[in-house]
């Protein structure tokens, strides 16, 4: 199965065949577990995925044998739903009409979902109160007062004392030793939903379900930090905590009425995201500065996030050395910019300049890298490329952002440029984006049909005798709905 030995299994016809024989057995569980293996292999393999997310006949086997054997309770067999997950993960991370032909096993997977994520919590609840009852024994052996543990409620009658359910690692029926093999069903499970949910019709649909609320709980419970949780390590924990922010940033997406994240969650999420902004792993940033954009899309979540801190959090990120967080920053800070109530409280954090020296920054690097493409061949030429574009990209987000936080001084006697911007940063703005103003002068394609219509906006606000001009309706048009790329599991 390794490198191009999926080619062989393909072309013997040998994928079929997997499948087939888990479907003409479907209650033997060692069967289904040894074909799912095979399968979550070459599932990686582009033309695997097509066959098993085109043929709805064979992802119906899949689905019947994850019915079979994965029910939501004790008996679920998890290695199995592990496998399943992985490869349907994989099915529905490019293929909408794979995710279209797994759309009857959404109620299913959901309450998957809900089981397991109750089944984590006590784990986890196990694993802290276990830690905490180790501590209290060392200190009795040593003749100390045991201390109140964080997250652990102390039994009747005893001052901070673990009880003695969690004193042997078990809390409501879940060991500490399960948190490493549930959070690793959980980071495929919730992989899989968050794929399904880049259709519509499957995310307005999981968006509403009541299960969905696991998402939160699973977000409030796990480390910002990386750190071990009784037998998960650091990097399992930090593989579902990014799924589950990416799962999030793709349900936020949909602002239905009926949107379990977006109703009366909306404030902790809000809470949680803004945490997530000071995550060490520069992909759960990215995620949480998505989700934040979705959200930042309501008058509500942006007045929380003012009040949370969340705004010079993402302020800070502009000096990211990425230009994927730096555009994901922007892209919440746009609809934060275009909302005239959190105007002041943007200025008092001096958000114009900051944005501006951003904008500049990014298209050094986007003409860095185009000058460094040329002449070089092959994959060096395409890595300068791929760099300069996302690069692109940030510059257009902070353009547009600018857009609003100029546009904002519109009624004022002076012009904005002048009153947000000194004479140096206003030159340097101008001398930058004039060549941005025709299509001709581009280098990436992503951007040629923005452009020249977000720089020539700029620019006019950034003259005297062009800004009073725009009027306040047209300035601020450059609000944004963000939705994330589709996540690649790391395994």
Not at 109 to 125: E, G
Request: glycine share 8%; charged share 15%.
């Amino acid at each position: 199965v390794i490198g191009g030995a999926a080619n062989g299994f393909v072309v013997c016809g040998a994928v079929e065949v997997l499948c087939d024989t888990m479907g003409a057995v479907p209650f033997d569980a060692d069967v289904s577990l040894a074909c799912a293996r095979v399968l979550a292999k070459l599932s990686l393999d582009a033309e695997v995925q097509r066959r098993l997310g085109t043929n709805r006949r064979l992802a119906e086997i899949l689905l019947v044998t994850m019915k079979a054997h994965c029910p939501p309770d004790s008996r679920c067999h998890e290695a199995l739903l592990v496998r399943l997950s992985f490869v349907l993960g994989n099915l529905t991370a490019c293929s909408a009409a794979s995710r279209s032909n797994l759309a009857s096993a959404l109620p299913a997977l959901l309450k998957l979902l809900s089981y397991h994520t109750a089944a984590f919590l006590r784990a986890v609840a196990s694993a802290q109160a276990g830690n905490a009852g180790f501590a209290a024994k060392a200190m009795r052996e040593h003749s100390l007062e045991p201390l109140s543990a964080p997250g652990v409620v102390a039994s009747s009658g005893c001052s901070g004392t673990p009880s003695e359910a969690s004193m042997d690692g078990s809390v409501g029926g879940a060991a500490a030793s399960d948190v490493g093999g549930l959070s690793d069903v959980l980071t495929k499970l919730i992989r899989l939903i968050a794929h399904l949910a880049m259709n519509e019709a499957e995310g307005v649909a999981i968006s509403r379900a009541h299960e969905t609320a696991s998402l939160l709980e699973l977000l409030a419970a796990l480390p910002l930090e990386p750190t071990p949780l009784g037998n998960a390590s650091p990097l399992a924990l930090e593989e579902l905590r990014l799924n589950t922010t990416s799962a999030v940033t793709n349900l936020s997406f949909y602002s239905t009425g009926d949107n379990v994240l977006l109703n009366d969650a909306h404030v902790l999420l809000c809470q949680l995201l803004a945490q997530a902004l000071t995550y060490p792993n520069e992909e759960g940033v990215v995620e949480a500065a998505r989700a934040i954009g979705n959200l930042s899309r309501t008058a509500a979540a942006r007045q929380s996030l003012c009040s949370l801190h969340a705004s010079e959090a993402l302020l800070l990120l502009l000096g990211h050395s990425s230009a994927s967080v730096v555009n994901a920053s922007c892209g919440a800070l746009v609809n934060l910019a275009g909302d005239p109530r959190c105007l002041s409280h943007l200025s008092s954090l001096r958000a114009t300049p900051r944005v501006a020296e951003a904008m500049l920054l990014q298209l050094e690097t986007m003409q860095a890298a185009a000058s460094r493409s040329c002449g070089e061949g092959g994959a060096t030429t395409q890595a300068y490329e791929g760099y300069g574009a996302v690069a692109a990209e940030a510059a257009l987000m902070a353009a547009k952002t600018l857009c609003n936080l100029l546009s904002s001084g519109l009624d004022s006697d002076t012009c904005p440029g002048e009153h947000l911007l000194d004479w140096s940063a206003r030159h340097a703005l101008t001398t930058a984006l004039a060549p941005l103003a025709t299509k001709q002068t581009l280098t990436w394609k992503t951007d040629a049909g923005e452009w020249p219509h977000v720089a020539w906006l700029l620019m006019s606000l950034l003259r005297p005798e062009g800004g009073r001009e725009q009027g306040r309706g047209e300035g601020v048009v450059c609000k944004e709905k963000r939705r994330t790329v589709e996540q690649v599991c790391k395994t």
